[in-house]
């Protein structure tokens, strides 16, 4: 790994870019490499801070070279847009922030890095590999009154321990950049990692890049995890064997590369009602949209406010058909009893927005 080259107020030259500016996130811990119209803004990933400058020197991110390649952004925009109307329509007592127009306008573009590594990986193994084969027998069933006999096909599997040693070249073994890369892929999905190319700055336009949290070092325990699994299907191919269990090995890798790969996402934001940014990502290459879900208490309050104040009419109404009932003609006092049913079941209705917004709130809090 080459040292950055740094300037002293910040800013590195190089592919980056000079005026490119390195901001950090104080509730995420997030490092970012932002164009110099995005400094200072709401954090692109948490949306908790606002962004602040760092300093490379004084403040040593645990990486912040460039990345060797990168998977373009692909969405089309009218999916994007597709995604983002059918969750702002989504929810009932929706923050009144939470609108296509507002959650458009905020969509930035933001690279998150991943791990590539190559390496050279020789030792033992030995597993039991697992091989098909059939049994025929014949079972005798008493059908239309004759005993008939059928061919019965059965599948089994023969274990054989086998040991072996390997040497050889694994590439492309992919390990996350970021903790949060797991959390980020089980809401939107994967990423189609073979639409790679090489990364050029020009690429990144008016995208925000986060910087990896993990150094490779970090990440080679997933990696290893990775490459395990790879072996172990290439042992069992070899032993041209249909299943294997129980693999062991005691590996040593050499010449381990590793490359930083940047994955495209979306991601905006809608205000709740204490005025807390709930993030949206959108897959950067299917437009797949995951969004926090928080329904407004103000509203659901405005709502059964309405729905009691139509009860309180009924309740007039009400009282003012047994007055009537009592003194002038007695047959409204059957009315007086209708309306007091309607002023019963319409205030009953008052709670339901508000149980509604709380368990809503409760709910998706957790999860
Ligand atoms: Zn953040």
Redesign the pocket.
């Known amino acids: 790994m080459d040292e950055v080259e740094l300037t002293q107020n910040g800013n590195w030259i190089g592919v980056w870019g000079a005026d490119w500016v390195l901001e950090g996130?104080a509730?995420?811990n997030?490092v970012f490499v932002l164009p110099p119209d995005k400094v200072s803004q709401r954090?692109p990933?948490?949306?908790?801070?606002a962004l602040a400058q760092m300093d490379p020197a004084d403040n040593r991110p645990i990486y912040t070279q460039p990345p060797e390649l990168l998977v373009p952004f692909g969405a089309a925009e009218n999916q994007l847009r597709a995604s983002v109307s059918k969750f702002a329509k989504s929810l009932w007592l929706a923050p009144a922030d939470l609108n296509e127009n507002a959650l458009l306008g905020r969509l930035q573009p933001i690279y998150l890095p991943m791990w590539l590594v190559d390496a050279q990986v020789q030792g033992e193994w030995q597993a039991e590999m697992g091989f098909d084969y059939e049994i025929v027998s014949h079972r005798e069933q008493f059908k239309n009154s004759d005993w008939q006999t059928e061919r019965v096909k059965e599948k089994r599997v023969r274990w054989e321990q086998r040991v072996g040693r390997l040497q050889r070249q694994y590439d492309n073994q992919a390990a996350p950049a970021l903790e949060e890369q797991a959390q980020v892929e089980a809401k939107i999905g994967r990423f189609d990692l073979k639409a790679q190319k090489p990364f050029q700055p020009g690429d990144l336009h008016n995208s925000v890049v986060h910087l990896p949290n993990r150094p490779p070092e970090d990440a080679w325990n997933e990696a290893v995890v990775g490459l395990q699994t790879a072996v172990a299907q290439d042992c069992r191919l070899a032993c041209e064997a249909d299943h294997s269990r129980g693999f062991k090995w005691s590996p040593r890798f050499a010449n381990q590369q590793w490359t930083q790969l940047l994955l495209p996402l979306y991601t905006s934001y809608y205000l709740d009602d204490d005025n807390r940014a709930q993030m949206v990502l959108l897959h950067g290459q299917t437009g797949k949209l995951h969004g926090a879900k928080r329904v407004s208490m103000k509203r659901a309050q405005r709502v059964a406010g309405m729905i009691a104040v139509i009860a309180a009419v009924f309740l007039l109404l009400t009282l003012a058909l047994l007055a009537v009932g009592f003194t002038v003609a007695e047959g409204a006092l059957a009315w007086a009893g209708v309306a007091g049913v309607l002023t019963v079941g319409v205030g009953g209705t008052a709670v339901i927005p508000l149980l509604y917004a709380w368990y809503f709130n409760s709910v998706q809090g957790k999860s």
């Open positions: 996130c509730s995420c997030g954090c990933f948490c949306g908790q801070a």
